[in-house]
């Protein structure tokens, strides 16, 4: 049985093209990065801890995959997670304003005895943002559990100039990389 550590809506939908086959399960944990921890560490750290808190609260009697997943978004060595208020979003989607940054998402399937993982990393180009457009952004409620203060499949797609990678990495689950760990890690899903 494959299990998914995430409440994001969007990672279920993302999940769905490649099984329905799935079940969620609690996967809370903290989320602080570590002092002089790098983006990619952290990201990879985030996935696998949701994993391992999932498996934890999965019946044990059964053979179980518990998928975990986290996005982060990084501009100039900075990591830009989800904003606070308004504010923070402002200065996030102002950093990001006519320049590049990366998304990085983690993938980590683990079950009691295996773990597999893969960091994914896409560069976008958005155009210039003005302070209007910020203030009118935030107001649609879209940017308020995102990392970098926006979400790609919505509303700030049309800030985006070019992408380079994953599409699905940026939404939140890169589909590709997962079913190659879950093929590497022999799960066969009823499906597909």
Known sequence: MLFLASKSPRRQELLKLITTD???????????????ESAQDFVLR???EKAQAGLK?????????????????VINGQVLGKPKDFSDANQMLQLLSNNKHQVLT???IV??????????????EFRE???Q??????????????????????????????????????????????ECLLKQACYSHKDK
């Open 22 to 36: 799935f079940r969620l399960v609690e996967g809370e944990i903290e989320e602080q990065i570590l002092t002089n």
């Open 46 to 48: 985030m996935a696998i």
């Open 106 to 108: 983690a993938v980590a």
């Open 133 to 178: 457009e910020i203030e009118a952004y935030w107001q649609s409620g879209e940017p308020h559990d995102k990392a970098g203060s926006y979400g790609i499949q919505g509303l700030a797609g049309k800030f985006v100039k070019r992408i380079e990678g994953s599409y699905f990495s940026v939404v939140g689950l890169p589909l590709f990389e997962t």
């Open 111 to 124: 079950s009691l005895t295996e773990q597999f993982s893969k960091v994914v990393t896409t560069d976008v």
């Open 129 to 131: 943002i003005s302070a």
């Open 57 to 73: 609260n999965i019946d044990h009697n059964k053979d179980g995959w518990v998928l975990g997943s986290d996005t982060v978004v």
